[in-house]
């Protein structure tokens, strides 16, 4: 067995060996970063629970640790099966001209060490360092998308750092107050210390998993991150690395115990907690009706992003055992229904060049299994049995309906039947209907990109259908953590609200397929006509891709909401602000002597150090 | 044994429920003071759409169609017929709203597979008017589902000894009903049909067997729908008295289906959103209250 330091290692000088690599062959490179990243993940399948190692020592009380728990390696696991998924698909996209091959992949295996120093970090700095190391990975790979997708880059950087900063603040504080960093010694502190300190502490270590996975107010940069990074790097972004804003979300709710830290304000839910729902509240709803509203395939399933996002938080804040286990493995569902879609949508973006939904249509007739992947995928998403994205939703329903919270549970809801809606949208608008004659020689996505996607299909359906490996996890997770384990057996899992069981369900669906199909058998066939052949009640067809119905699919509830208030609107106009401030600044000092603006610096520095703010 | 149920289920949907439709065209009929079709008309109908040669769109049209029938065949399955149970205790009222999406979301794909605008027309109006209904319905269940502290069908049935659940949480039942005919797309809710304004919306392209499948989904959907509704809030039945209770709820939205006309589909949204949501979360209220009477 390697040691995690020497994996965190080996990605790291791996990316300059990947580098170079591929800047003489692309496909090479490819390999050797999906060879590297299965060997990650079949290194991290292995490892024990509780073994720790060191990093190094700053001072003599401060000690960078490693240490694997429960919750650690679920989130590990589940990131290094997207990313390894994802980087068996990069083999054969690569070679697609338009990005920078040989950066690409480096940077993508700088990235993977810092998301896996993250999920194993003990304390609270090397979680940062880490953290930052991600960050720095992903950021530099986001401008290889789109013409706008530099703007994209820079915003999600400033809102991931508005996050990631003030976590660091809360670093400090607690190292100046209690002089130790590692998650046992600090919640221990916290949850003795009886000031408001705390507050302040877990709602800053929490701000870092709020920008990270999405949740209002920082939500913005979900839209235009997803949508403008390289297309499969969408799935990874949306797949995993909003995950790691879960994890902290985790860390900061339960690893910490709000539930012994802050008074009980409704129904055993502390204050916080309740606050944190709420966030969680606001983001499925901006995320559901947002996205109704997309024509882009991809900023679409980014505020699906948000909204799912929305469903953790709500899940883990309940802190309640059939609450906290639906939003851990909603972590799982959404990760792998995200990193589907997004891989599907790379497939067509990979065959047609665009991403808006009312560009395309008709595309199943020539990439069957791609329809099939996105199929499953938002079946999985929208929570619909026999796929397991239903069970984190049944979970999570169950939970609040025990609770009495009742206006979250409408929310939840509304995204719930709302993501029917936005899902629908692709499906009708890129998959069925007329192909437009431009597409007309399009072909499916050769085998090595339909692997990984036809994998996760199985895989959803396996655990839709056999939920006992993850729910091992998380029953384990909740014991470590001191919330009551979930009860569950095989295939059956309990609440208690009552019970269902996934094999039934399955069985039953597909006795009820089996019927249908033997209707469909013993009568006539029909006759196949062209698509093109329709009732138009009587007018002449002359022009098929006008025929399609996919702009404006929602307009009638569209415009029930035209005029939402808008945080990107205000972010930007905040945005404008400063810029104008700058150039006042500029205008004003700047211009007519530069060093006047160099000495106004340094007194102002001065003032700052003087002050010492 | 739980095969036998299952069949004796799906038995009773299909006789049961084509007769009821076939009743009920007669009703409708009588309020509008026509003659109306023999009470067997839809047996008719359906067997001799089976018969005949239509036209597919190819498979994707097919396979929803399938995906229909079979998801909401599953659906029917779990739903409890008063004593006739084939899944006791499984039967969560979760697993069953969730499956039955199954059905919708095959039917959906099936007829935008089609290709006909007038169907994707009615299809992003049938999911929307299921955004409008879905949520006072399941806020009212949910309060419900509070109350009786179990979340399996039966299990509420049975909960209810002493009174209904409609006596006990009336505005939760009014809610639930007028939801109910949301989901059976009744006037004033058939927006997603509407056949004078896009030639029947997703059936515009079905013919022959296709047609004859779908119409045994929906006779199998009106049986998931209406049966939870007496379920949860009409007490406890055997078989027999379940099926009288499916009778008059049957009638009940026939009747007031043939009196009123359409509403426009944001006017759907918007009239579920304000009026039957906010009784129904006056309803929870009392639930976490405790007037319950």
């Known amino acids: 067995m390697i040691s995690l330091t020497n994996l965190i290692l080996v990605f790291l000088f791996g990316s300059v060996v990947s580098y170079l690599l591929t800047k003489s062959n692309r496909v090479l490179g490819s390999i050797f970063n999906f060879l590297l990243t299965a060997y990650a993940l079949y290194e991290i ?94 950021f530099l790979i986001v401008p290889m998308g789109k013409e706008d997708s530099k703007k994209a880059a820079v915003i999600y950087a400033v809102t991931s750092a508005i996050g990631s900063y003030m976590y660091l603040y809360a670093t400090f504080a607690i190292f100046k107050r209690y002089g130790v960093l590692s998650f046992e010694q600090v919640s221990q502190q916290l949850v003795n210390d009886s000031s408001l300190f705390k507050w302040f502490i877990i709602l800053f270590i929490a701000s870092a998993g709020i920008a990270k ?122 990760a792998i229904a995200a990193a589907m ?61 025990n609770k009495g919270m009742f206006i979250t549970l409408a929310i939840t809801f509304i995204g719930s039947v709302g993501s029917f809606l936005y899902v629908f949208r692709p499906l009708a608008g890129v998959f069925l209907g007329q192909l437009k004659r431009k597409h007309a020689d399009v072909k499916e996505v050769p085998g090595i990109m339909l692997i990984p996607m036809l994998l996760f299909v199985v895989l959803v359906l396996f655990i839709g259908v056999y939920p006992k490996p993850v729910l091992d996890y998380i029953s384990s997770i909740e014991k470590v953590l001191g919330i009551k384990p979930i009860s569950y057996s095989g295939f059956e899992i309990v609440t208690p609200l009552g019970k269902w069981n996934t094999l039934t369900v399955f069985t039953m669906f597909a006795v009820g397929f089996i019927i249908a199909t033997v209707l469909y058998l013993i009568f006539p066939r029909g006759k196949r006509v062209e698509l093109t052949d329709q009732y138009t009640g009587g007018d002449y067809l002359y022009n098929y891709d006008l025929y399609h119905y996919a702009t404006g699919f929602y307009r009638f509830i569209e415009r029930l909401y035209d005029r939402h208030p808008s945080f990107e609107k205000l972010y930007g106009m905040l945005a404008v602000f400063f810029r104008s401030i700058g150039d006042i600044v500029t205008d004003l000092i700047y211009k007519p002597s530069p060093s006047g603006y160099v000495f106004w610096i340094s007194v102002v520095i001065l003032i700052i150090y003087w002050v010492r703010w | ?76 399955a779990f739903v409890p017929l008063g004593d006739l149970v084939a899944f006791p205790g499984l039967d969560n009222i979760f697993i069953i709203v969730y499956l039955f999406a199954v059905g919708a979301l095959g039917m959906a794909m099936g007829m935008v597979g089609s290709g006909n605008p007038n ?41 209810q000894q002493d009174t209904w659940t409609l006596f006990k949480m009336p505005i939760g039942g009014i809610v639930a009903f007028v939801s109910l005919l949301g989901m059976l797309g009744k006037k004033p809710f058939d927006t997603p049909i509407a056949p004078a304004e896009i030639a029947s919306g997703p059936m515009v392209e079905l013919s022959a067997k296709y047609m004859g499948l779908l119409m045994l989904m929906h006779t199998f959907s009106i049986f998931v729908e209406i049966g939870l509704f007496v379920d949860i809030f009409l007490g406890v039945s055997n078989y027999f008295t379940f099926l009288l209770k499916f009778t008059i709820v049957w009638i009940i939205a026939t009747l007031i289906s043939s009196v009123l006309p359409r509403f426009r589909i944001e006017q759907v949204v918007k009239f579920y959103w304000k009026v039957p949501l906010s009784l129904a979360f006056v309803q929870v209220l009392f639930v976490l209250l405790g007037w319950v009477f």
């Open chain 1, 341 to 401: 879609i997004f891989l599907s949508f790379a497939a067509v973006v990979y065959r047609t060049g665009t991403t808006k939904i009312d560009e395309m249509g008709g595309l199943i007739w020539r990439m069957p299994w791609t329809f099939v992947t996105y199929l499953v995928g938002i079946i999985s998403l929208a929570g619909i049995p026999p796929t397991s994205g239903f069970i984190s939703k049944w979970m999570i329903f169950s939970a609040l309906v």
């Open chain 1, 45 to 138: 399948w292995n490892l024990n629970i509780n073994y720790s190692e060191k990093l190094f020592g700053l001072f003599n009380n401060l000690e960078s640790t490693f240490k694997v728990t429960y919750l650690g390696k679920y989130f590990a696991l589940v990131s290094m099966i997207i990313i390894s998924f994802v980087a068996f698909f990069i083999i054969e996209w690569i070679k697609k001209k338009g990005i920078k091959p040989a950066a690409f992949n480096a940077f993508m295996l700088i990235m993977i060490s810092g998301v896996l120093g993250v999920f194993f970090a003990n304390d609270l700095l090397t979680l940062y360092i880490f953290w930052e190391l991600a960050v720095l990975g992903s």
């Open chain 2, 119 to 159: 169907a994707s027309i009615g299809v992003a109006r049938a999911l929307t008017q299921m955004l409008g209904y879905e949520l006072p319905y399941l806020i009212s269940i949910a309060g419900v589902l509070y109350y009786y502290k179990t979340s399996s069908v039966s299990g509420l049935m049975m909960a």
């Open chain 1, 213 to 334: 996975s999405g949740i209002f107010p920082l939500h913005t940069w979900l839209r235009i991150t997803h949508g403008n990074a390289p297309d499969a790097f969408s799935a990874v972004l949306s797949g995993q690395l909003v995950k790691m804003g879960s994890y902290v979300l985790a860390i900061a709710i339960s690893v910490f115990p709000t539930v012994q830290m802050f008074s009980s304000f409704y129904h055993g839910i502390p204050l916080l907690n309740y606050l944190l729902i709420w966030l969680g509240n606001i983001s499925i709803l901006i995320g559901t009706f947002m996205a109704i509203r997309q024509n882009d395939m991809k900023q679409l399933i980014a505020f699906s992003s948000i909204a799912n996002g929305g469903y953790i938080l709500v899940g883990l804040g309940t802190m309640n055992s059939i609450g906290y286990a639906g939003g851990l493995f909603h972590v799982f569902n959404h």
């Open chain 2, 1 to 76: 044994m739980t095969i036998l149920k299952v069949i004796a289920v799906l038995l009773t949907g299909f006789f049961v429920g084509l007769t009821l439709e076939g009743i009920a065209r007669k009703i409708m009929a009588r309020v509008q003071r026509r003659y109306g079709p023999p009470w067997y008309q839809n047996f008719i109908d359906v067997f001799k759409a089976l018969s005949k040669r239509g036209i597919s769109h190819g498979w994707i049209f097919d396979f929803g169609i399938l995906m229909a029938l079979g998801g909401v065949i599953a659906t029917l």
